[in-house]
């Protein structure tokens, strides 16, 4: 019964900016943390951002300065602001939650008990 729901991905020129969501639901969340990953045709999954349950940030060298993310705790949002995209940028956004989430950081995919979706972002030059 808990879903996880991406949003705001589509087609961007590169320099620009986009805004993903993502919201959690289903169930009462005691503390949580999400997370973002991607992945392009042919990649690997990998990390983008984490936050964790009292707000603590983590970003991938490939997004740090560019990318922020946020969260709404009460909302069980949290949001992937993202500038200055690049081409290499395009993929398919997932959004991740972590429930009993206590740690600092939270890096790893297996890290996670729930995932979305996805939704493309597509970076065009």
């Known amino acids: 019964q808990v879903q996880v729901v991406e949003s705001g991905g589509g087609l961007v020129q590169a320099g620009g900016p986009l805004m993903l969501s993502c919201v959690a639901s289903?169930?009462?969340?005691?503390?949580?943390?999400m997370g973002w990953f991607r992945q392009a045709p042919g990649k690997e999954r990998e990390l983008v951002a984490t936050i964790n349950w009292s707000g603590g940030t983590y970003y991938a060298d490939s997004v740090k300065g560019r990318f922020t993310i946020s969260r709404a705790t009460a909302k069980n949002t949290v949001y992937l602001q993202m500038n200055s995209l690049k081409p290499e940028d395009t993929a398919v956004y997932y959004c991740?939650?972590?429930?009993?989430?206590?740690?600092?950081?939270?890096?790893?995919?297996?890290?996670?008990?729930?995932w979305g979706q996805g939704t493309q972002v597509t970076v065009s030059s």
């Open positions: 289903g169930r009462t969340f005691s503390r949580y943390a």
């Open positions: 991740a939650v972590r429930d009993n989430a206590y740690g600092l950081a939270y890096k790893n995919q297996n890290d996670y008990n729930y």
